[in-house]
T-cell receptor, first 111, second 114 residues
Framework: DTAVSQTPKYLVTQMGNDKSIKCEQN?????MYWYKQDSKKFLKIMFSYNNKELIINETVPNRFSPKSPDKAHLNLHINSLELGDSAVYFC??????????FGSGTQLSVL | AQSVSQHNHHVILSEAASLELGCNYS??????LFWYVQYPGQHLQLLLK??????LVKGIKGFEAEFIKSKFSFNLRKPSVQWSDTAEYFC????????????FGKGTHLIIQP
């Protein structure tokens, strides 16, 4: 069973569209995250949720809105997509030990 | 699909000991390689990376890693660890010319005893 799963794996869309990336973890973790991989392959934290509450919100455009319907899910919704949003987005979760478990990534391409 | 193996899930060392954490990947083509560190209660940070050139790369905080292509390895080393090196260490691989995403190993939990 996949511990942290995110869908879709690939997402190709036009500028201006609204899209969502879903993430689910079956590890019983309390904390979930979204990371963005930049053009140099470096990961940067975007959001962190603990028990459905936002605890970290780094400097990202407000077109990005995380939604956590329950503590096993943290979806990323992006409005009015721009070319610069093209990147790979990683979901992750952690329990009390804080070790991160990563999803396999979603490659977003905005045309 | 490529995979990344970190053979040691937990490592316990005393201060001043030398450290080597193993990382092997399964892909025969050209790769970019990374080591990330997650200190307790903090987010992921990049320790060092290899894209091309000198296979011995130096990172922050005295860490280095050596890319050995024939062994598909990118082991992380530090000659003398400190208590503050206690953290989770992740190896990651990206295929050059392939999909953009990183593939992570499962991480190694390093505990340094004073």
């Amino acid at each position: 069973d996949t511990a942290v799963s995110q869908t879709p794996k690939y997402l190709v869309t036009q500028m201006g569209n609204d899209k969502s990336i879903k993430c689910e973890q079956n590890l019983g973790h309390d904390t979930m995250y979204w990371y963005k991989q930049d053009s140099k392959k470096f990961l940067k934290i975007m959001f962190s949720y603990n028990n459905k509450e936002l605890i970290i919100n780094e400097t990202v455009p407000n077109r990005f809105s995380p939604k956590s319907p329950d503590k096993a899910h943290l979806n990323l919704h992006i409005n009015s997509l721009e070319l610069g949003d093209s990147a790979v987005y990683f979901c992750a979760s952690s329990g009390q030990g804080r070790k991160l478990f990563f999803g396999s990534g979603t490659q977003l391409s905005v045309l | 699909a490529q995979s990344v193996s970190q053979h040691n899930h937990h490592v316990i060392l005393s201060e001043a000991a030398s450290l080597e954490l193993g990382c092997n990947y399964s892909y025969g083509g050209t790769v970019n390689l990374f080591w990330y560190v997650q200190y307790p209660g903090q987010h992921l940070q990049l320790l060092l990376k290899y894209f091309s050139g000198d296979p011995l790369v130096k990172g922050i905080k005295g860490f280095e890693a050596e890319f050995i292509k024939s062994k598909f390895s990118f082991n992380l080393r530090k000659p003398s660890v400190q208590w503050s090196d206690t953290a989770e260490y992740f190896c990651a691989v990206n295929i050059v010319g392939g999909a953009d995403g990183l593939t992570f190993g499962k991480g190694t939990h390093l505990i340094i005893q004073p």
